[in-house]
């Protein structure tokens, strides 16, 4: 059953009432065609009203689910948010903590000084407390823009993380090399004035992971202008355990590191695995978040 042309301009619930007007023997709505008796008139005015209360409830229905919708975002997004936060405050103290007590703590590179654990510690955890308190802003005051910029931030850094690690795999031998040659070439500056960190950092290594030298203990001969080694290569502390290599570690410090990384593959994979998929909650909330703020203003409007 086609709907006719008279009625194109109302509603098409509106239709279908008139439709069943039409069974219960009432045909056209007033001012349609012909006249009315007062009873068909107040049955058709009945009809209509009730087509109008329905529209208005299912509206108010949608209306109120997607508020439900909205504060649920917000509170996930928030917890989420004010986590990201703490957790950034806490590496930005642990930042602050290693340069009051320790220095240039773990300083290995001669070419990138300021490539430290502290200042690792610091960057990263303000890169953090900002995003969050980005996120966590914006959904306390239910704001778009700082919602948008939240998510623009937090994209930008997840796929930069995709491009370095995509680049690391595909380029690991070549890394490696660097690596190795980069750690013998900050050898020469072990145990001199103004490099205390990466004396302690050698020491801190060498102690840990009971080693000697980058790819060999000998890589120290030529730092140390003889047949010597610092006293963190000694597994047997005597007089002049320096000069005696029956006392010193004989594994390298560098394929100590990568066995110990391989040990530990699981956790290293879980935590690398955290913080992506962490950044796409972030990510998929504040979008979701985002839309419906656009969607409710829209139906309050």
Not at 198 to 221: A, K
Request: proline residues 3%; contains cysteine.
């Amino acid at each position: 059953m086609g709907k006719p042309n008279c009625f194109n301009s109302l509603p098409l619930p509106l239709w279908f009432v008139i439709q069943a007007a039409r069974v219960w023997d009432i045909t056209d709505p007033p001012g349609v065609s012909g006249s009315r008796t007062d009873l068909e008139n107040s049955r058709w005015r009945q009809a209509q009203n009730q087509v109008y209360h329905q529209l208005e409830y299912t509206s108010l229905s949608k209306l109120k689910m997607g508020q439900s919708c909205l504060q649920c975002t917000k509170y996930l997004l928030f917890i989420f948010n004010l986590i990201f936060w703490l957790g950034g405050c806490g590496l930005l103290g642990v930042g602050v903590w290693l340069v009051i007590t320790q220095g240039n703590f773990v300083t290995l590179s001669s070419s990138f000084p300021s490539l430290t654990a502290a200042n690792f510690f610091i960057t990263a955890g303000s890169v953090i407390m900002i995003v969050g308190f980005l996120g966590c802003l914006g959904a306390v005051i239910e704001n778009r823009c700082l919602l948008l910029s939240f998510f623009v931030v937090l994209l930008i850094i997840f796929l930069l993380e995709m491009i370095i690690g995509i680049l690391f795999l595909c380029n690991q031998e070549t890394i490696n090399l660097y690596a190795k040659e980069e750690l013998r070439n900050g050898l020469q500056f072990y145990n001199t004035s103004g490099n205390s960190g990466l004396t302690n950092g050698w020491d801190i290594v060498q102690t840990d992971f009971r080693c000697c030298g980058v790819v060999h203990y000998e890589d120290w001969f030529s730092v140390l202008n003889g047949t010597k080694v610092p006293t963190s290569c000694c597994f047997k502390l005597v007089n002049d355990c320096s000069t005696n290599s029956d006392t010193w570690w004989k594994d390298a410090c560098y394929e100590k590191v990568i066995e110990w990384l391989k040990d530990n593959v699981v956790a290293v994979c879980i935590f690398g695995l955290c913080i992506p998929v962490l950044q796409i909650l972030g990510l998929v909330s504040s979008l979701v978040m985002y839309c419906q703020l656009v969607r409710t203003e829209k139906q309050y409007s």
